[in-house]
T-cell receptor
Framework: QKEVEQNSGPLSVPEGAIASLNCTYSDRGSQSFFWYRQYSGKSPELIMSIYSNGDKEDGRFTAQLNKASQYVSLLIRDSQPSDSATYLCAVKAWDRDDKIIFGKGTRLHILP | DVKVTQSSRYLVKRTGEKVFLECVQDMDHENMFWYRQDPGLGLRLIYFSYDVKMKEKGDIPEGYSVSREKKERFSLILESASTNQTSMYLC?????????????FGPGTRLLVL
């Protein structure tokens, strides 16, 4: 059973600080990694994807991947109240089966 | 602009009713998915489809069926609704072209079964 694990939170971070969200996965064959943001009552939206070891930066967001440790993280710099949401980690293996496995999500609360 | 639409945002049905949830995407995507999302359980895959007329079971297909007669439309059917099918239902689609693996989600249908 392929699994993606996240701390459910809530994770409370002061406005302007760095929020760090973590995710581990069980399938060593996973090749694609995604972070989705989901506001309460809304559907998930993709904010970052990463495919190779290291860091990938996009604005205030940085995704970090370590395949050896089966670990992926998302850093949010200069956290804003609008970043308050649930963040879903998702992984996918390179096979014909196009399923993406989602974690249960981490609730992030930015304190004004 | 990418668009996935779902037929209803909110739906109330009675136990035993047959329920149809419709999903339409305008991106010419090959792959379409149906999930349900429940507090504490996350997103769970019900069924998915790689192409017209094709369907594959996900992790929790029991009590559900699907139909994909046209590429842009993927329907989820609850043959006989039960109270434990009260949930948020999310449709998504992805393209196999160009290495894009982004799943685009519809707005969701919140279903209440009484």
């Amino acid at each position: 059973q392929k699994e993606v694990e996240q701390n459910s939170g809530p994770l409370s971070v002061p406005e302007g600080a760095i929020a760090s969200l973590n995710c581990t996965y069980s399938d060593r064959g996973s090749q694609s990694f995604f972070w989705y943001r989901q506001y309460s009552g809304k559907s998930p939206e993709l904010i970052m994807s990463i495919y190779s070891n290291g860091d990938k930066e996009d604005g205030r967001f940085t995704a970090q991947l370590n395949k050896a440790s089966q670990y992926v993280s998302l850093l949010i710099r200069d956290s804003q109240p609008s970043d308050s949401a649930t963040y879903l980690c998702a992984v996918k293996a390179w096979d014909r089966d196009d399923k993406i496995i989602f974690g249960k999500g981490t609730r992030l609360h930015i304190l004004p | 602009d990418v668009k996935v639409t779902q037929s209803s945002r909110y739906l109330v049905k009675r136990t035993g009713e047959k329920v149809f949830l419709e999903c339409v995407q305008d991106m010419d995507h090959e792959n379409m998915f149906w999930y349900r999302q429940d507090p504490g359980l996350g997103l769970r895959l019900i069924y998915f489809s790689y192409d017209v007329k094709m369907k594959e079971k996900g992790d929790i297909p029991e009590g559900y069926s699907v139909s994909r007669e046209k590429k842009e439309r993927f329907s989820l059917i609850l043959e006989s609704a039960s109270t434990n099918q009260t949930s948020m239902y999310l449709c998504a689609s992805t393209s196999q072209a160009g290495g894009s693996e982004t799943q685009y989600f519809g707005p969701g249908t919140r279903l209440l079964v009484l």
